[in-house]
């Protein structure tokens, strides 16, 4: 896979935009603050990098568009509308981001 990479830079940048993905991801999951941040910022690049490649699919010259080509773009199309549906989800809670990293820590320390 190394090598793969190293042939190829287009193969860079979307490593990297997977593992943001990935970390914003557990990062909301854990309600952490900066995962909010992070997914907001991936978000676009998420949206440009699968309509991107949507448009190009759709636009190739195929005589006989079997089911997996069929089944790649609507994937595409798919991943696109849920992103948009993800960020305002995590746009409309964002105030318990908020709520999280003004509390306090319950975990008080025992006194012997």
Not at 15 to 24: F, G, M, N, P, T
Not at 30 to 39: D, E, G, I, Q, V
Not at 92 to 105: G, L, Q, T, V, Y
Request: glycine share 4%.
């Amino acid at each position: 896979m190394i090598l793969t990479l190293g042939a190829n830079a287009d193969l860079w940048t979307l490593s990297v935009l997977s593992i943001a993905s990935v970390l914003a991801g557990a990062g909301l999951f854990m309600l952490r603050r900066w995962s909010f941040w992070l997914a907001i910022a991936v978000f676009p690049l998420l949206v440009v990098v699968a309509a991107s490649t949507l448009s190009t699919s759709m636009s190739l010259p195929v005589k006989n568009a079997d089911a997996v080509a069929l089944l790649f773009n609507a994937s595409m199309g798919i991943l696109v509308l849920l992103s948009f549906v993800s960020v305002i989800i995590v746009l409309d809670n964002r105030s318990r981001f908020e709520k999280r990293a003004a509390e306090p820590s319950k975990a008080e320390p025992k006194r012997g």
